[in-house]
């Protein structure tokens, strides 16, 4: 009964009479958001991997940090970043269920095939084929959750759903970490690849597409959906948007840069085994790291029944703060006192991602979620993914001449200062916040 999908075509029949019925419990809403944290958490886990697989892919293939930033940044992100959009108007037009089962199963196949590679240039192109998948997933589930929960809880299911990268990290350090160390990095990917099929199957069969607008009892057609053009007009002229959506940029570009390379930053400057650099991370990026992404939604609707624009000032103060902690962490050399010292980062760290979610599902009118979606995460991956990474690795390689093996120590503490700009941009989001959100809501709910 779930896999019914409804066109939205003709007179209600009792097809449509169940699944309304169906959307309006809270056990499938909970139900619908589980399986979209499964979607979520598989593609991290396919994306992240490349982290803790970095120094033995380099070894064995003989790249520079400059190669491997780009490997595991601009080579992925180009593509998921570039091909989000044309997907998500295809998602505003047609069935967002289909698109992330089909999305889920591509990305799965093509980090399966990264085991079998034989050069750099194939592994290049296979995580090409990871990221055009991956391409597929978030803005759909973004507006699907949308029509799944009202705007009091939405902050909260976006945290809920973001939890999905910090299990992802969790699963792909741990696990990739240990498997690695003693499988070797081609079966890993094999091993990480898989389950993401059995995820697609239950996506494809088990969920229904919901009505847009559900939430806000002001359905639209699917045929309303606008195009590319006016989407980012309308995003563009929103202060509070357009201070979101860079500010979310800043944000993945130190984020990105940090996940990335912090596993070889470990094992060169820390001197840890692969499984230990694993272990480390699951336990502050995935554990800590997800209790911060929960409590920032969470926070977040808690504290905007009282003033709206805390769901941009609670974002603010998380990245502003963190900043003194970060850099302390890659200036100690002991340890055990850098890795306490890394806690507060590591939970504040996706403190932007649930706010963010929210604020720019609901400062766009019903009928461009997906696409807007696709623009915030464009602009996050391809500043973020993209240059991040890579970013750290051209810096880390100029610094090599004067701190050796310690450059990339170097390198992410001067990435980490990017934060306070992304703090900046929030604090302005929240100025405007309120006046945005209302106009959007009218737009709304305006007849035509």
């Not at 699944?19 to 589980?34: E, F, G, N, V």
């Not at 991290?44 to 490997?71: C, N, W, Y």
Request: net charge neutral; glycine share 10%.
């Amino acid at each position: 009964m779930l896999s019914e999908e409804n066109h939205g075509d003709g007179p209600p029949d009792k097809k449509q009479v169940r699944i309304d019925t169906l959307m309006k419990t809270q056990w499938y809403r909970w139900y619908a958001l589980a399986i979209l944290v499964l979607v979520y958490c598989s593609s991290h886990v396919d994306r992240q991997i490349m982290g803790i697989l970095l120094e033995p892919i380099k070894l064995e293939l003989g790249a520079s940090d400059t190669q491997m930033g780009f490997l595991i940044g601009l080579t992925f992100a180009i593509f998921y970043a570039t091909l989000g959009m044309p997907i998500a108007m295809l998602a505003d037009r047609t069935n967002r269920r289909n698109i992330i089962a089909l999305a889920t199963t591509i990305w799965s196949g093509m980090t399966v095939l990264c085991a079998f590679v034989g050069s750099y240039t194939q592994l290049a192109l296979a995580r090409i084929g990871v990221g055009i998948g991956e391409a597929g997933s978030s803005p759909p589930s973004h507006s699907m959750i949308s029509d799944l929960f009202p705007q009091s809880q939405r902050a909260t299911a976006m945290g809920i759903f973001a939890l999905g990268i910090n299990l992802g990290l969790l699963i792909a350090y741990l696990g990739g970490g240990w498997m690695s160390e003693h499988w070797g990095w081609r079966t890993t990917f094999i091993v990480v690849g898989l389950p993401g099929i059995l995820i697609a199957l239950l996506v494809r069969f088990t969920l229904i597409e919901p009505p847009r607008g559900a939430s806000e009892e002001a359905k639209q057609d699917r045929a309303g959906a606008p195009g590319l053009g006016e989407v980012w007009k309308t995003m563009l002229k929103t202060p509070a948007t357009r201070h979101v959506v860079f500010g979310s940029a800043l944000a993945g570009f130190v984020g990105y840069g940090m996940t990335l390379w912090l596993p070889a930053f470990f094992v060169r400057s820390h001197g840890l085994s692969q499984s230990e650099t694993g272990l480390t991370l699951a336990l502050l990026s995935g554990v800590v790291g997800g209790l911060g992404t929960f409590t920032a939604g969470r926070l977040a609707d808690y504290l905007s029944q009282r003033d709206p624009r805390w769901l941009a000032w609670v974002v603010a103060i998380g990245k502003g703060g963190l900043v003194p902690f970060l850099v302390l962490f890659f200036w100690l050399t002991d340890f055990t006192s850098a890795l306490l010292v890394y806690i507060i980062p590591a939970f504040f760290a996706g403190f932007y991602l649930a706010p963010t979610f929210a604020m720019v599902q609901q400062l766009v009118p019903v009928q461009m979620r997906s696409v807007a979606a696709a623009i915030c995460l464009f602009l996050l991956n391809i500043i973020g993914m993209g240059l991040g990474p890579q970013g750290v690795g051209i810096l880390s390689d100029v610094f090599a001449a004067e701190h050796g093996a310690e450059s990339l120590r170097y390198s992410l503490m001067v990435f980490s200062l990017v934060n306070l700009w992304c703090a900046w941009h929030y604090f302005m989001a929240a100025k405007t916040l309120q006046q945005d959100t209302q106009r959007i809501a009218e737009m709304s709910s305006a007849p035509g």
